[in-house]
């Protein structure tokens, strides 16, 4: 099973965030194989496994999707993103059209940036607790996962970027400010 995420906007997306955290390119490295969708790879691969839903709700199948977008896990991770960042809260179905909002929101392309790597951070986060669960057996909550990125988030800002470093309290208040 193909990942489906080969328009020619998202793969330019991906490969933009040339400047952003290895861990980063990790989520694109994900993205642009097939290895994203663990439970559906898995049989592919060879290994048993004894259901193909989502190991953190157990109730849809397991698809890249799913678990990094439409999870209910997921889903109070991104409320909590967006949220911190001021944004209304956003539904959204699909991985893609995630990524495109972050890439088409507001008109300064810095503060755009910093949107673009919380969505990559964010989706990282999330495939990690989900990994978590998974090998460790470690339930990982969405607001965990949630501080997680905002830790990420201002480390990347204050140490990575060529934009203005903030304090801790100012990126804990609205890191698009």
């Known amino acids: 099973m193909e990942c489906g995420y080969n328009s020619c906007n998202f793969a330019r997306l991906l490969s933009s965030i ?3 955290p290895q ?13 994203c ?3 559906t790879n898995k049989a592919k691969r060879g290994i048993s496994t004894q259901s193909d839903r989502c190991t953190r709700c157990n109730l849809y199948v397991e698809t890249p999707d799913h678990v990094l ?3 209910p896990a997921a889903r109070t991770t991104w409320s909590w993103i967006w949220r911190w960042c001021d944004l ?3 539904n959204f179905n699909t991985i893609e059209e995630t990524i495109n909002y972050a890439a ?18 964010t989706l990282w ?8 669960n998974v090998f460790k057996k470690l339930c990982i909550p969405p607001t965990t996962v ?3 990125i905002q830790s990420m988030v201002y480390i990347w800002i204050k140490h990575r970027s060529s934009i203005k470093a903030k304090n801790w309290a100012e990126c804990c208040s609205n890191p698009l400010t």
Not at 24 to 29: E, Y
Not at 104 to 121: A, E, F, P, Q, T
């Open 146 to 148: 949630a501080d997680n």
């Open 37 to 39: 969708p663990p439970q």
């Open 88 to 90: 209304p809260e956003n």
């Open 18 to 20: 040339g400047n952003s």
């Open 69 to 71: 977008v439409e999870c």
């Open 125 to 132: 986060w999330i495939w990690k607790a989900r990994n978590e």
């Open 104 to 121: 088409n929101w507001g008109k300064c392309v810095k503060k755009m940036r910093i949107l673009i790597s919380i969505c990559y951070d």
């Open 23 to 35: 861990r980063l390119w990790n989520v694109k490295q994900m993205l642009s194989t097939s290895a």
